[in-house]
């Protein structure tokens, strides 16, 4: 289990998965620090004096992990990002059902009006665990001796293994 | 260079790259926020007994901006403490029963949200000045929107309640047009459908 976790071909596809779904999730956020700053204010869990700081970091943080993680660069880290992320996100929209809050979730990206419904929480609670169990996997199951041993990288790997099928 | 450095550290590089492009995008977003802003004051009703005693203890208080005619001044803004320093008239966060009272004394009802929300529930008589499209879209045409209306008359801003300020952002750039009598009832069209007042489709 553990060398099909750590297989090259299940760490590219997780890396290009998880990359590309936050690349994605913050490029309507990282234009509209209004928007967002609202759906994290609807959340009722940071004090007044983070709730913008919050707005303006999230989506770069989001944007420059996830593409990192799709390129296959600096793999601890940014999957060490997107842990801390996806945790933060956990929490934030569990205990918004919890408290039955009528939020706005901003997951990707902020419409401004349209509330999120209670049974769009849970699928979006859903979504982020399996992320989370994904980048957990990365994290955990990735091997630095691809960069040791060999001198390309995770796009390159794949490439070459796209041409040989 | 990934092998150089542990999973700590190029997190820690990751979330600095962030800061800066973060603060760098804020910066230059027409969009951008305040680094720091008190929502809890921002989200507080006003105190407004006193106004609203005055306004039941007269029965000509009549203030609907389309009535240019008129000439009483709102009470309250006679010598107003909400006069800022920017030289506006600080709009007063009210509640349902000031906005019932001054919605039956012919206050301008202002629906601050999208055009599609406004389409499918309002307030008795609102229009609709989308924040959205007349804050970042049409920033200058919310003059030409207004124009024509007296600036003492009682306009209200509202927009879904809750953790909902479109209509306290609406509010300010309306105050700072040189309306003197702005008003934001902050439970929204939520509170007010539920307390059974008029509405429309």
Not at chain 1, 33 to 45: C, D, N, R
Request: glycine share 8%.
């Amino acid at each position: 289990m553990k060398d099909f976790l750590s297989s090259r071909y299940v760490q590219v596809v997780l890396q290009i998965i998880i990359g590309a779904v936050f690349v994605y999730a913050s490029y309507n956020k990282l234009f509209d620090q209004t928007a967002f700053a609202k759906s994290v204010y609807g959340y009722k869990l940071l004090p007044d004096f983070l709730i913008n700081i919050t707005a303006i970091i999230v989506p770069p943080l989001e944007f420059i992990a996830g593409l990192f993680l799709m390129f296959g660069l600096f793999r601890k880290g940014s999957s060490v990002v997107i842990i801390a992320l996806l945790s933060v996100f956990l929490i934030g929209l569990v205990q918004a059902y919890a408290r039955g809050l009528d939020i706005d979730c901003g997951c990707f990206g902020s419409n401004g009006a349209d509330k999120t419904t209670s049974a769009d929480l849970l699928i979006r609670i859903f979504e982020d665990i399996l992320l989370l169990l994904g980048a957990i996997i990365i994290f955990k199951f990735s091997r630095s001796k691809y960069y040791k041993n060999v001198n390309y990288t995770d796009a390159e790997i794949l490439a070459s293994q796209n041409k040989e099928t | 260079m990934s092998k150089h450095l542990s999973g700590g550290k190029q997190a820690l590089l990751i979330f600095i790259m962030a800061l800066a492009a973060g603060l760098t995008m804020n910066a230059v977003s027409s969009k951008g926020i305040p680094l720091f802003t008190n929502y809890t004051e921002k989200m507080k009703a006003d105190n407004t007994d006193s106004l609203k005693n005055a306004i039941q203890n007269t029965n000509d208080f009549k203030n609907n901006p389309y009535d240019t005619t008129q000439k009483d001044k709102p009470l309250s803004y006679n010598n107003n403490p909400n006069l800022t320093k920017e030289g506006f008239i600080k709009p007063q966060k009210i509640k349902l029963d000031l906005a019932k009272l001054l919605f039956e004394r012919n206050a301008l009802m202002i629906d601050a949200r999208k055009p599609e929300e406004f389409a499918k529930g309002r307030v008795k008589g609102a229009i609709n000045i989308s924040y959205e499209d007349y804050h970042f879209k049409d920033k200058d045409k919310l003059p030409e929107r207004l124009k024509g209306l007296n600036k003492d008359g009682i306009i209200i801003c509202y927009c879904n309640g809750g953790d909902c300020d479109l209509s306290i952002d609406l509010a300010y750039d309306i105050a700072k047009l040189g309306f003197n009598a702005v008003n934001i009832y902050l439970g929204g069209f939520k509170e007010w459908e539920a307390a059974g007042l008029p509405v429309e489709k």
